[in-house]
C-alpha cells in the first residue's frame, strides 16, 4: 500500500526566504507526482506535476524535483511572500488514476 | 485549464436527512470522476471512484449504501449522502479525469450536520 509522507507538518518564515518542502513515498512505482496548495476551506489548486520519467518541473518561483527511485521529492520555493501562506499537498499517482495523498504542510509565510 | 465545479458550496442539514452534491466538468469529457473526504486539518482520503455509466468502486471502509454515487454523463457526478449524522460532517472534494494524466479538482462542498 503507497503511503506518503510530508515533513514538516507546518512551517512558518519571513517574508523573502526560499524554503523547501519535502515528500517521500513507499512505493516507487509511480505515474507522476503533483504538488498542490490548499487554502483554508478552498479546493486544490495544482501547482506542478512531474511524470515518473522526469527529473524536475518548475512554474515562477516555484521548482519540483523528483527522484523515484529513493522515493522522495521537494518543493522549493523561493523568495516566499505572505501570499504563499496555504497547505501544500503531495500526490502520487500509482494503479489507474488513484492519487494518494500527503498529510500537507502547513506554511506561513509572515510579512 | 480544466474546470470542475461542485454545488453547493456548502450545507447544513439536519440528523437523519439526505444531502445531494453535484460535481460539474465545465469544459471538458469526465471518463473518471473521484470523491475524497477531508477532516478538519488532515489530508485527502478517496471515498469511491466512479466511471461514467458504470457503479462505482468504493474504498475500502466506505459503506456504498450510505454515500450514494451516480456517475449518469461525461460531465455529472452526484454523491448522496443518506440518513446524514453529525460525524458525516466533513468537506467533500471531487475530482474529474478524462483518462489522461491528470486529476482537476473542484471546490469543495463544506456539509455539516446537526
Known amino acids: 500500500k503507497q503511503e506518503v509522507t510530508q515533513i514538516p507538518a507546518a512551517l512558518s518564515v519571513p517574508e523573502g526566504e526560499n524554503l523547501v518542502l519535502n515528500c517521500s513515498f513507499t512505493?516507487?512505482?509511480?505515474?507522476?507526482l503533483q504538488w498542490f496548495r490548499q487554502d483554508p476551506g478552498k479546493g486544490l489548486t495544482s501547482l506542478l506535476l512531474?511524470?515518473?520519467?522526469?527529473r524536475e518541473q518548475t512554474s515562477g518561483r516555484l521548482n519540483a524535483s523528483l527522484d523515484k527511485s529513493s522515493g522522495r521529492s521537494t518543493l522549493y520555493i523561493a523568495a516566499s511572500q505572505p501570499g504563499d501562506s496555504a497547505t501544500y499537498l503531495c500526490a502520487v499517482r500509482t494503479s489507474g488514476s488513484r492519487l494518494t495523498f500527503g498529510e500537507g504542510t502547513q506554511l506561513t509565510v509572515n510579512p | 485549464g480544466a474546470v470542475v465545479s461542485q454545488h453547493p458550496s456548502w450545507v447544513i442539514c439536519k440528523s437523519g436527512t439526505s444531502v445531494k452534491i453535484e460535481c460539474r466538468s465545465l469544459d471538458f469529457q469526465a471518463t473518471t470522476m473521484f470523491w475524497y473526504r477531508q477532516f478538519p486539518k488532515q489530508s485527502l482520503m478517496l471515498m469511491a471512484t466512479?466511471?461514467?455509466?458504470?457503479?462505482?468502486?468504493?474504498e475500502q471502509g466506505v459503506e456504498k449504501d450510505k454515500f450514494l454515487i451516480n456517475h449518469a454523463s461525461l460531465t455529472l457526478s452526484t454523491l448522496t449522502v443518506t440518513s446524514a449524522h453529525p460525524e458525516d460532517s466533513s468537506f467533500y472534494i471531487c475530482?474529474?479525469?478524462?483518462?489522461?494524466?491528470?486529476?482537476?479538482f473542484g471546490p469543495g462542498t463544506r456539509l455539516t450536520v446537526l
Open positions: 512531474i511524470q515518473s520519467s522526469q
Open positions: 475530482s474529474a479525469s478524462s483518462g489522461a494524466n491528470e486529476q482537476f
Open positions: 466512479s466511471n461514467e455509466g458504470s457503479k462505482a468502486t468504493y
Open positions: 512505493d516507487s512505482a509511480i505515474y507522476n
